[in-house]
C-alpha cells in the first residue's frame, strides 16, 4: 500500500512504499568521501521530502522523473539530515515523467521529530510553540 509524504515519519526500521516527483537534484556534500551520492528534493501532492540517491540512482533519475519506491526507509543520515531513501533492501524505480501533482511544502525532511515519549523506536513531531517561536 502507497503512503504520502505526509504520513510519513523517521523510524529505525520501516517499510515505506510511496510514489513521488523529483523536483531538483544535487550532488551531497558526503559524495567527497562516500563516494557518489545525491540530494533530490521530491514531492506528491501532500508534501515534499529529501531524497538520497547513491551510486547509479544518481544517474538514473532527473528532475521531472516520477518514481516509485518500495522497502524504503525514512531516518537520520551524517551529514544529509532526515531523508528517504532505497536502502538496502529497497527499490526505486521510474514510473513516469511530469504528469504529477505536488506540492512543495511541507517539506517532512525539515520538521523537528522527537522521540515519542510512549514508544523510544518512533519519532513525533515537534510541535512549536509560541516561545520557540520568539526566539
Known amino acids: 500500500?502507497?503512503?504520502?509524504?505526509?504520513?510519513?515519519?523517521?523510524?529505525?526500521?520501516?517499510?515505506?512504499?510511496?510514489r513521488f516527483i523529483?523536483?531538483?537534484k544535487a550532488r551531497s556534500p558526503?559524495?567527497?568521501t562516500n563516494g557518489k551520492s545525491c540530494i533530490a528534493l521530491a514531492a506528491d501532492e501532500?508534501?515534499?521530502?529529501?531524497?538520497?540517491?547513491?551510486g547509479e540512482e544518481c544517474d538514473a533519475f532527473e528532475a521531472g522523473d516520477i518514481v516509485k519506491l518500495t522497502n524504503?526507509?525514512?531516518?537520520?543520515v551524517r551529514n544529509s539530515g532526515l531523508v528517504l531513501r532505497a536502502g538496502k533492501r529497497g527499490k526505486m524505480e521510474k514510473?513516469?515523467?511530469f504528469t504529477i501533482?505536488?506540492?512543495?511544502?511541507?517539506?517532512?525532511?525539515?520538521?523537528?521529530?522527537n522521540p515519542d515519549p510512549e514508544n523510544p523506536k518512533r519519532y513525533i513531531q515537534c510541535l512549536r510553540t509560541t516561545m520557540?517561536?520568539?526566539?
Open 30 to 32: 558526503a559524495a567527497a
Open 72 to 76: 524504503g526507509i525514512f531516518s537520520y
Open 101 to 113: 501533482a505536488f506540492v512543495e511544502t511541507p517539506n517532512v525532511s525539515e520538521i523537528q521529530w
Open 132 to 135: 520557540d517561536i520568539r526566539r
Open 22 to 24: 523529483i523536483l531538483d
Open 46 to 54: 501532500t508534501a515534499a521530502v529529501h531524497i538520497q540517491l547513491w
Open 1 to 18: 500500500m502507497n503512503v504520502f509524504l505526509k504520513d510519513i515519519a523517521p523510524a529505525a526500521q520501516n517499510i515505506i512504499n510511496t
Open 95 to 97: 514510473m513516469g515523467e
